[in-house]
């Protein structure tokens, strides 16, 4: 290929060399002389003004609200095999993400083959869940005791995270067909829960990992999103839901979904949650014991 306007068509510096994700909201992401550009009017992460963007050692840019796209910009991203996401503040919401073309699929051949081995590949991943989120590897080898264990778990931090927002917690109820029929609580983690999920989703598209191919969860389309997410569930979900809910008791005009989709927003950003499900993505799919 002729190297053209955009710049030469030069270096592929791998996506393990390379910083993970940009965070641009409330600005134009452009061209200019061959280098990627954005100009923001600020978002309280980034000040106000013009920034020249290291296109070639990121992997994917994630464009916030506000943000905008140039055709050029397009092109150069998609030269040097960066990704970009449209997503909601904080990465609460995933609007689109088309496909990484990482450097290599040995993560989704992980994925897929402990997967397909039913027996033992997929118990296996479901553990080292399970160990990420209780602390501690348990010695059953069964997934229907592994989930019994976790229910009850989560029964006793709903009731301590409940306990330490101050708030009224009478069990989780949930109901697909009318969910604004649910207690201020249950409609939090309803909220809370959704954004999660979309960071979660960021971290499966940003692994180039298989979302259907889930070792917990595994009738839904974003099966593997959503062991993602689970494992930030006592970590994320639930404080910020009860936390919402404490604040909507004492500001009842406030929006619950604003103020759960905005706490959800903080704990992201603040936590490098997205981050931290990359790595325990890559940590659970290893193929070695």
């Known amino acids: 290929m002729l190297a053209g306007r955009l710049g030469l068509e030069t270096a592929r510096i791998p996506h393990k060399d390379r910083y993970g994700l940009l965070w641009l909201s409330r600005g134009k992401l452009g061209v200019e002389d061959g280098c990627l550009v954005f100009e923001t009017a600020g978002d309280g992460t980034m000040p106000a003004g013009r920034y020249g963007l290291p296109h070639q050692s990121v992997s994917i840019v994630l464009l916030g609200p506000g943000g905008s796209v140039t055709h050029d910009a397009l092109r150069l991203l998609a030269r040097h095999n960066l990704s970009l996401m449209a997503v909601g503040e904080d990465g609460v919401r995933l609007y689109t993400a088309p496909p990484l073309q990482t450097d290599t699929s040995a993560l989704a051949r992980a994925q897929m083959r402990l997967w397909a081995d039913a027996k033992e590949g997929r118990l296996t991943v479901a553990r080292r869940m399970y160990a990420l989120r209780f ?21 006793e931090t709903y009731r301590i995270c409940a306990q330490r927002a101050g708030i009224r917690w009478d069990g ?15 409609q939090a983690l309803n909220h809370a829960a959704t954004a999660v999920e979309a960071a979660a989703s960021i971290a499966v598209a940003a692994t180039a990992t298989i ?3 889930g070792f917990i969860h595994e009738d839904s389309g974003l099966s593997f999103v959503l062991d993602v997410a689970d494992l930030m569930r006592a970590a994320v979900t639930i404080p910020c839901a009860f936390k919402a809910t404490a604040i909507h008791q ?23 949650v997205i981050h931290r499900m990359i790595e325990h993505i890559q940590s659970v799919l290893r193929e070695e014991d």
């Open 135 to 155: 602390g501690e590897t348990l010695p059953h080898r069964d997934l229907d005791v592994l989930r019994g264990i976790e229910g009850a778990r989560m029964k």
């Open 172 to 186: 989780r109820r949930y109901d697909r067909k009318n969910p604004g029929s649910d207690d201020v609580p249950n």
């Open 211 to 213: 979302p259907q191919l």
């Open 250 to 272: 004492k500001r009842p005009q406030d929006s619950l979904e604003r103020l759960t989709r905005r706490l959800v927003g903080e704990t992201l950003r603040r936590e490098q």
